[in-house]
């Protein structure tokens, strides 16, 4: 198994470019949420989904959207970059919203200019 | 609202040295409590978790206790190691929230 993979590891965008992180897990699970890591903010919840078609919004959604048309696939799509966007991005994957592990990806770092 | 509150870092050991890094949480009901871990350029890997008061789990030499009545779980390990350098994140899932709640983050450095 891959686990979560997550693309591009790195990337550079300019204020008010759009673009796509790509996310997939191959585990099965029906969870799947994405994060962004912060100097001193710990991770906090941008969207989640609890399976295929059903979406919901975290803790900072706003400048984020996100679909959830297949069970393995959860891409993440800034609309509009703006330079608070500078984060690391973390998709994660559990077979329930429940207190079940989740699996990390290995995070993808943008740089909003 | 939930939260977890963890020590500031960075903490610096020595090899084999005994260490301790606190978490508190606030929530209500009975939430389950994890500590995961990132080591460098990676993502974060689940360490341990306790799903009920009084709960010990443990993991490659670390544990942590669910203690309700001081709503605490630190992370402590006997004799830490080079490798274990790396950044330690409690949190929370249950309570109010059917989501899950990092701390912000410890760093450890444990120098040879």
């Known amino acids: 198994n891959a686990g979560v993979t997550q693309t591009p590891k790195f990337q550079v965008l300019k204020t008010g470019q759009s673009m796509t992180l790509q996310c997939a897990q191959d585990?099965?699970?029906?969870?799947m949420s994405w994060y962004r890591q912060d100097p001193g903010m710990g991770l906090r919840l941008i969207h989640y989904?609890?399976?295929?078609?059903?979406?919901d919004q975290g803790e900072v959604p706003n400048g984020y959207n996100v679909s959830r048309s297949t069970t393995e696939d959860f891409p993440l799509r800034l609309l509009s970059a703006a330079p608070s966007q500078t984060s690391v991005y973390f998709c994660?994957?559990?077979?329930?919203?429940?207190?079940?592990?989740?699996?990390f990806g290995p995070g993808t770092r943008l740089t909003v200019t | 609202g939930n939260s977890v509150t963890q020590m500031e870092g960075p903490v610096t050991l020595s090899e084999e040295a005994f260490l301790t890094i606190n978490c508190t949480y606030t929530?209500?009901?009975?939430?389950?409590l994890f500590w995961y871990v990132q080591y460098p350029g990676e993502g974060l890997q689940l360490l341990l978790k306790?799903?009920?008061?009084?709960d010990k789990g443990s993991n490659k030499g670390f544990e942590a206790t669910y203690r309700k009545e001081t709503t605490s779980f630190h992370l402590e390990k006997g004799s830490v190691q080079v490798s274990d350098s790396a950044v330690y994140f409690c949190?929370?899932?249950?309570?109010?929230?059917?989501?899950?709640?990092f701390g912000t983050g410890t760093l450890l450095a444990v120098q040879p």
């Open positions: 994660a994957s559990s077979y329930t919203q429940g207190a079940s592990e989740q699996y």
């Open positions: 585990m099965n699970h029906e969870y």
């Open positions: 989904s609890v399976g295929a078609g059903i979406t």
């Open positions: 929530a209500t009901g009975y939430p389950s």
């Open positions: 306790a799903t009920k008061a009084d």
């Open positions: 949190a929370l899932y249950g309570g109010a929230t059917n989501k899950l709640i």
